[in-house]
């Protein structure tokens, strides 16, 4: 039993690099290079058009990532934007979660992406029609009042002007998403590991990884063509441990992204490079962690095609569980739950449920900046979530029945 469990741990190694993060590792640059090119015109967008703001916001959520989403969130304290645009923005995010939606199953990513827009969007307008913010426009004026600092005081945060999307340096915003006691964030000794030649090395892992990967999906034996023994376990293998080492050194296992990481990344390309490493790395990390939870799942219940009897046992459950997840802020529990509907474990509906209510990182500065709003935000995100992803489940069992 241990030596199949060890052989499963290896499987499951080789397969999340060559299968998923490789793959996430492509797309994320991709939007990535988007992102730096366009430097936050959507969230200017989004500030000048009051009547289209939970469209907008949809839109921003939509972007595969935290990153859109997370810009939305200080525009909301500044009181630039609506609670509902906010809650639109969240019901439509999938976080990280969506690179990997992307990578194995395209098609239901667009499917999923189509329906959380239109749900964003009524959500939205819903929000804003019953007036709903959680009572946070009358604390609005308080709390930035409490924040706001004097220019001496700014002085002594740091040496010189930082850029921001959607604020600017020294305002209330600044000092409640981004100073802490040492004001800006400064990179530790285990961030400068991987902004030095680690990344480097890491993307040309990605790129001899995506390659095979590539002839994967082609069905080619890479052994074989490429004439080394053993290179896909070689690559696959070494490109898990790699992410693993990347991720602990980084100390970013838990990652979430913080809102001026997110404006880093739009202001250099360098930066894009670095933090969409450490991305890539923190979702390939989690994508082995589901792959191998489902192979000893699978080992211990006897088989898939017990599996495939589980799932239809539980899948009103696993909606339920989807949906509640989704109340969890940060990626990498939501990165796991996508990993496993990949594998084939939890139904659509359940993946419909947990896309619709997770909020991602996006949660983080929202919390930052009230509590109390975070918490209504992400029990609204959960309501239509809850009623999609339940009726989604019988009209699969009516498909199903019919078939």
């Avoid at 939509?62 to 609670?83: D, N, Q, R």
């Avoid at 308080?142 to 700014?154: D, F, T």
């Avoid at 529990?333 to 359940?350: E, K, N």
């Avoid at 997770?358 to 900046?369: E, K, N, R, S, W």
Wanted: charged share 15%; hydrophobic share 50%; with cysteine.
């Amino acid at each position: 039993m241990i030596d199949e469990i060890f052989e499963k741990l290896l499987e499951s190694a080789e397969a999340a690099f060559l299968e998923v993060g490789v793959f996430v590792g492509a797309v994320l640059l991709i939007f990535g290079y988007i992102n730096y090119k366009t430097q936050g015109r959507f969230v200017e967008k989004l500030e000048n058009s009051k009547k289209l703001q939970p469209v907008i916001g949809a839109l921003l959520g939509l972007t595969p990532g935290c990153g859109g989403a997370i810009f939305v969130m200080p525009l909301y304290l500044k009181g630039t934007v609506t609670f509902g645009t906010v809650a639109s923005t969240l019901v439509a995010t999938m976080g990280d979660a969506a690179f990997v939606l992307i990578s194995t199953r395209p098609l239901d990513y667009l499917l999923v992406s189509a329906i959380s827009f239109v749900a964003a969007i009524i959500t939205g307008y819903t929000v804003d029609k019953l007036k709903i913010d959680g009572g946070f426009a009358k604390r609005r004026e308080v709390l930035l009042k409490k924040a706001a600092i004097s220019p001496a005081a700014h002085a002594q945060l740091q040496d010189g002007p930082v850029r921001h999307i959607g604020h600017k340096d020294g305002d209330s915003v600044d000092v409640l998403l981004h100073h802490s006691e040492k004001g800006h964030h400064d990179h530790s000794t285990a961030e400068k590991f991987t902004h030095k030649a680690a990344y480097i090395v890491f993307w040309a892992l990605i790129a001899v990884g995506l390659v095979l990967g590539i002839m994967l999906l082609a069905d080619i034996d890479i052994n074989t063509a490429i004439g080394i023994p053993g290179i896909g376990a070689i690559i696959g293998i070494g490109g898990t441990l790699f992410c693993i080492v990347y991720m602990v050194v980084g100390r970013r296992i838990f990652k979430n992204e913080e809102h001026e990481t997110s404006e880093h990344k739009l202001f250099s390309f360098k930066e894009t490079l670095v933090h969409n490493a450490q991305d890539t790395a923190f979702v390939s990390l989690w994508v082995f962690v589901a792959y191998f939870i489902y192979e000893v799942f699978v080992v211990f219940i006897g088989g898939e095609a017990v599996m495939a009897g589980w799932m239809m046992a539980t899948g009103l459950a696993a909606v339920i569980i989807g949906a509640v997840l989704g109340l969890i802020p940060g990626c990498g529990p939501q990165v796991i739950f996508v990993s496993l509907y990949a594998r084939g474990m939890v139904p659509f509906a359940a993946l419909l449920a947990n896309a619709i209510s997770q909020d991602g990182d996006a949660l983080f500065p929202l919390l930052a900046i009230d509590r109390r709003s975070s918490l209504i935000a992400t029990v609204i995100t959960t309501i239509p979530a809850l009623l999609l992803g339940i009726g989604a489940y019988y009209i699969e069992m009516l498909i199903r029945g019919a078939l």
